[in-house]
């Protein structure tokens, strides 16, 4: 076979390089030769990027189609908080737990406060059990843009998803530290009736105002690092002013409408009429209900204005 | 052909100076409360009450097409805008003015290892970057035992991220993004990181994308990279687009505006490239040719001199080196006083210029620089990288009229040639 000879004085070898696209027009089609095909341009853009002014859309296709990133951070986020820690997720059910111990103490034995009748620690159990999520879900939320600042100036995805995720992973622990109610309630001889349905739709709004607030937390918190500071205090006065320690009954009936103001005070006596079969405030629960969801829509947009930003001054 | 890409006037405005990128509530009621005061004052002071913060266009203006199945490479200095347009083509910061328009999904890689947590292992860092950068679930799972192959790590795909060497942590976080089947896919100076084998796979990897009839940005300093894959290259100087088309005429554009030879001498005693650290010793480069002139465009064959004007504290016996690099920054090669000691037995001063002479330059024609290394007999005291730079001009040191091109290598040899019977 002579294919292989080479005439010695060729100096140069011209046709055994492999083909180059060609630089000056630009590529034209690919040749099939190689398996590559071009594909059909799509008429419209998939996609326009443009300097948007004021209230943007919320772009619930683009959530919807990064479910499955929603799902693996709130897996991640629960993953990686008990890694590493002697007891694990024991931790979910120690704080309401505890805090559940020296409430009944202090202000069940000491101070006499009332219960509506039930034992004290269930009944305080009852109100810590909503708020202990409400408070972890707005914490975790409100620090976690800042906390993914990484991965908000490297990749694109819909950051709504990230305080959302943070809600998310607080409704694992919320699940462990219901299982302690149940027990209580047994040891307590509560016995349920069909309004423990309840605990489902409550256990929801409780996340879709978790949700509101931690959002708006959290982008405000990428501007204005106070956040981070006021937070806590801010959720410290909101737990004495929510009936959770002591039943409505204790507030004079002047000041009755300050705490129908709070969205969780319709929530949580809604845990305890759910628990203790009492007859339900549906006009306190509704109010809940049409605070969380203003709250929620307000937020997502206030969002979305806020999300521009993020990548440049977090 | 329709593009798949359209930018059209793109611009982005960072707001610098005073204000902080965040700030705490105090601050801005302060602010607030102060700024009819502020106005005042500069008012009453004469100049125009404006806000006291500044802003700088990273970009400006910037239009360009891709057409499908392009690799376009985009180079500029640092600080150019380079990063910033990958940003903005990523959603990941919006644009100020302008607009663009994608025909494609997008895929970025502007950093290894994007959503990687330490505490997690391989296998679930998989998972979790896979989803990070756009992959669904499904997908990940279809491609992982693919992923883990590509990045050799099978052993080790149950240890937590954190025990990985470094090697393998690029690895594998390069492995999950090149698997990202986007049609179009934007890459930022991710080669920069990991050593010489992982560049080899990168580069090999987004060769085989661009072969498949995907669209590449990719934003590079590696000229021997971008020379390889790119099919059309696009310059940005300070935020403006300023040379697109063939990669080489656009490289070579950029090599030029970078070291503009000059008129071979330079001043030393302050220069951006000395290493930090070292005293100023040396005051004065000049680069001399055949004539005996100061000159920056010297010709090869003819003779050259590097001579540095010195100044030090004592009196001491000069040890000069010159480093001679390409305009990417490759040496080329090195002449230096220290390997032949011929001014060791000269008589010490503590001001004098050193005076080094080349018979023959025998360089190709380009674009060359000058590292200047200044010591005594014990070690470098005053080293300065890209002192200086010059042109070799063209002459015909063959006799034929031509020269070997510029992509076959820096030096030029002389060699006799001659044929035998076998």
Redesign the interface.
Known sequence: MNSESMNVDRAVRTDDRPPR????E?????PGA??????E??LK????????RGWTRLDLRDLWAHR??F???VW?DV??RY??TALGVAWAVLQPLLTMVVFTAIFGRLAGVPSDGEPYPIFVYAGLLPWSFFNQAVTTSSNSLVGNA????????PRLVIPGAAVGAGLVDFAIAAVILFVMAFHYGVAFGASILMLIPLALLTMLFAAGIGMWMSALN?????VRYALPFVLQIWMYVTPIIYPVTFIPQRWRWLIVLNPLSGIIQGFRSAIFSRPFDWSGMAVSAAMTVSVLIYAAFAFRRME?EF???? | ??P?I?VENLGKR?LIGKRE??????D?ITRAVAAPWRGLRARLAGQAAGPDTSHIWALREVSFEV?????LGIIGRNGAGKSTLL????????????????????G?L??VG??F?Q??TGR?NV??SG????M??AEILRKFDQIVAFAEIEEFVDTPVKRYSSGMYVRLAFAVAAHLDP?ILLVDEVLAVGDIAFQKKCLGKLGEVA???RTVVFVSHNMAAIEALC??CLMLTGGTLTAL????AVMSHYVAEGSAPGDGAAALAVHPGRRPGDTPTMTRVELRGGSGAPTGALRIGDPMEIRVTYRAQRPLRPVLGSVIKTSYGAPVFCVSDRFCGRLATCTPRAEATVVCRIERLMLIPGHYSIDLWLGDLGDDFDVIFDAISFEALPADLTGTGRLPPPNSGAVFCEADWSIHET
């Open positions: 696209i060609s630089t000056l630009g590529p034209t089609s690919l190689d398996g590559a095909v071009a594909i341009l799509p853009p998939i996609l326009t990027i443009e300097s948007a499955d990133l799902y693996f951070l991640r993953k990686v890694k590493q990484a991965l908000i100036t490297k990749v694109y995805f990428v501007k204005y690092r106070d521009r990548a440049d001054i977090i | 052909m329709r798949i359209k960072y990128p965040y700030r705490t509530i105090r801005s057409k499908q199945g392009e690799v940003k903005i083509l990523s959603r990941i910061t919006e644009p100020t003015t302008g607009r663009i328009e994608l025909y494609g999904r997008v970025s502007l950093e994007t959503g947590h505490e997690l679930e998972f979790l989803a990070i950068m756009g669904r679930r049609e072969r498949a009839g099919t059309s088309g063939d990669p080489l």
